[in-house]
């Protein structure tokens, strides 16, 4: 087993890929299965074995309405998984060309310069995903050492 790859555990809560419905709901953005989820009392913020969140899932589907809902439900928008990135980072590499959740995700507070575990912050990140409409929609997004992305 390499140093990447994760060792699952049973967990009762999670399904054998070790998702719960709330993140199959927030994958396929399935907002009404998403609120029934939430009001039956399932964790906004529960992570699979790589501490993805739901948030995570919603974001890098690019499902407004979904992470919307989740916020709403107490999801904390800079979590990190495992690798410390957070919905913000999923919501960037996803993005193809909207750039709502980002907005979303900047709008609840989502930190632009939050590093993960190799030490890059989103918005430095910008500067180097091929999709020519990151760096567009993120050039205004202040680094942390006061450079702009662009």
């Known amino acids: 087993m390499s140093k990447w790859q994760t060792i699952r555990h049973a967990r009762p809560d999670l399904e054998r890929y070790v998702r719960s419905e709330l993140h199959h709901a927030a994958s396929d ?3 009404a299965r ?5 009001a039956s009392g399932v964790d ?3 992570p699979d074995d790589d501490g993805w969140t739901p948030s995570h899932i919603a ?3 690019l499902s407004v309405a979904t992470c919307e809902v989740l916020l ?3 999801a904390a928008v800079d979590r990190p998984d495992n690798f410390g990135n957070a919905p913000f980072l999923r919501a ?3 993005f193809r060309g909207s750039g709502e959740v980002i907005a979303l995700l900047l709008q609840h507070g989502a930190d632009p310069n939050r590093t993960n575990t190799s030490g890059v912050p989103p918005a430095r990140r910008a500067r180097t995903i091929s999709n020519y409409h990151v760096p567009q929609r993120c050039h205004d997004l202040p ?3 006061g450079e702009r992305t662009d």
């Open 59 to 61: 974001a890098q589907a």
């Open 72 to 74: 709403r439900a107490g």
């Open 92 to 94: 960037m590499f996803a």
């Open 44 to 46: 906004p913020a529960l």
């Open 29 to 31: 953005g399935d907002v």
């Open 34 to 38: 998403a609120n029934s989820l939430l």
């Open 143 to 145: 680094l942390d050492d």
